[in-house]
């Protein structure tokens, strides 16, 4: 099934429509996310606590992600098991966890204020976006699903719907890219290390 993006975005001319189009498109998005995890590694103060619960706030983050890139086949299955019993965009819920935990390893306020506004600026329109495409392609299904789960804050948890799903390592890891962003990660969580205490 086709989906034209403009039917979401704002039909804004300019600089502001050059704008729109940047944020609804997933891959700059996901570029710029993935920069700013460097920027943290990168501008990353002394410190000692602050960096051991980031990294391993961002490790529960990436694994998540990890679980849910395994289970959803992107436009042609409904996910509702798994990590999305819990939250609607669970990958989303792994990048804030990411960046958060590495913004706090930084140590850096500068840097934790510039992924505060990036998820400012992109995450609330990306969420209604893919909310609108998600309702077009599945109806009544994602309704009904939707209807009780939030988009990032889980507001409940139901082991046997978490545990419900098959998980599938070739669709996360390989398919889904998890494995090359594991690898990125771990990069940047060796130069933080680096960066603050050698």
Same mark, same amino acid.
């Given at each position: ?23 609804y498109?997933e ?16 501008f990353?103060?002394t ?16 694994l998540f ?6 289970t ?7 996910a509702?098991?798994?990590a ?7 990958l989303?819920l792994?990048n ?9 390893a930084?140590?850096?306020? %500068?840097v ?5 506004l ?26 009904? %699903?939707?209807?009780?789960?939030n ?7 139901n %082991?046997?719907?978490?545990t419900?799903?098959q ?6 890891l390989?398919?889904?890219?998890e494995?090359?962003i ?7 969580a060796?130069v933080? %290390?680096?960066?603050a205490?050698?």
């Amino acid at each position: 099934m086709s989906w034209d993006r403009s039917e979401v975005m704002n039909r804004r001319s300019g600089l502001l429509g050059w704008f729109d189009k940047v944020r609804y498109k997933e891959i700059y998005r996901q570029a710029l996310g993935l920069i700013l995890v460097a920027v943290c590694a990168a501008f990353a103060v002394t410190g000692h606590w602050n960096i051991i619960i980031g990294l391993l706030i961002a490790l529960a983050g990436q694994l998540f992600r990890i679980f849910a890139a395994g289970t959803i086949f992107k436009n042609k299955e409904l996910a509702s098991d798994g990590a999305y019993s819990l939250v609607r965009h669970p990958l989303y819920l792994g990048n804030i966890l990411i960046l958060g935990g590495f913004s706090l390893a930084s140590g850096n306020l %500068w840097v934790a204020l510039a992924v505060l506004l990036f998820f400012l600026i992109w995450y609330p329109a990306t969420i209604s976006y893919e909310d609108a495409k998600l309702e077009r392609i599945f109806g009544d299904d994602w309704r009904t %699903w939707s209807e009780g789960t939030n988009a990032v804050f889980p507001n409940r948890f139901n %082991w046997s719907k978490l545990t419900a799903t098959q998980w599938n390592a070739r669709q996360s890891l390989l398919r889904n890219g998890e494995f090359i962003i594991s690898v990125y990660l771990l990069a940047c969580a060796a130069v933080l %290390w680096w960066r603050a205490y050698l």
